[in-house]
């Protein structure tokens, strides 16, 4: 007898349909793209913003058409000079200390249609390449259209020199009653415009003063003046 062999039927199922993945846009590179936008917008305006600027600076300096500032040594009072040889001066070496209070009167002038503005200076007295003292000159604003003198005292207290430099400074005070001083220095201007400073200008003043220490006087005076055009 014969078994009947059942044959089993597999349901045949459809197939899955594909996962479908979504991708959403990265909020990071849409912010990063919007910022570098602003910052070029933000470098455009400045940049348009500093050569407008720019551009009325260079209108108004060719309508003001300043000059350079005047800074002129007017006087110079000899209060006091004293050269003198040092006690402890041997035949080998010499030595003399001089003193030295004098005031010199600047004027400075102003003939620009704007003000100027002056930083602190100082001046510096010298006797053949050796300083001596110094004395400075506070900051100041001087407006349009006018003059102002500013006073300067220098001082030296008892400077020694030695060998040479002092017999040469014993000889002009002793035989010659003349004794050549060297006075210089720098002064900083800046001109205003409407509230806006521009760059410094420098000032150079370079003075030759002779004095006679018989008569406690001055007897010569030449000053160069240098600056640079604004």
């Known amino acids: 007898m014969t078994t009947p062999t059942t044959t089993a039927t597999t349901a045949h199922r459809p197939p899955h349909p594909p996962a479908h993945h979504h991708y959403y846009p990265s909020n990071h590179s849409s912010s990063s793209a919007s910022f570098k936008g602003c910052c070029c917008c933000l470098f455009l305006l400045f940049s348009f913003i500093a050569l407008l600027i720019i551009a009325l600076l260079l209108i108004i300096l060719l309508a003001v058409k300043p000059k350079k500032p005047s800074f002129d040594l007017q006087s110079v009072t000899v209060q006091y000079v004293g050269i003198t040889p040092s006690p402890v001066a041997t035949p080998a070496v010499t030595t003399a200390s001089v003193s030295l209070n004098i005031r010199l009167l600047f004027t400075a002038e102003n003939d620009n249609k704007v003000g100027i503005k002056y930083g602190e200076s100082r001046f510096s007295v010298m006797y053949r390449g050796i300083p001596l003292g110094r004395g400075n000159v506070p900051s100041f604003y001087q407006p349009a259209h006018s003059v102002r003198q500013v006073a300067v005292n220098i001082g030296v207290d ?71 055009s604004v």
């Open 158 to 228: 008892r400077v020694n020199l030695l060998q040479a430099d002092a017999a040469n400074l014993l000889r002009d005070a002793s035989l010659n009653d003349r004794v050549e001083f060297r006075i210089f220095g720098d002064v900083g201007a800046k001109i205003r415009i409407l509230g806006i400073t521009s760059p410094g200008v420098q000032v150079s003043v370079d003075c030759v003063i002779v004095i006679s220490p018989r008569k406690q006087a001055l007897t010569y005076k030449q000053c160069g003046v240098d600056g640079l």
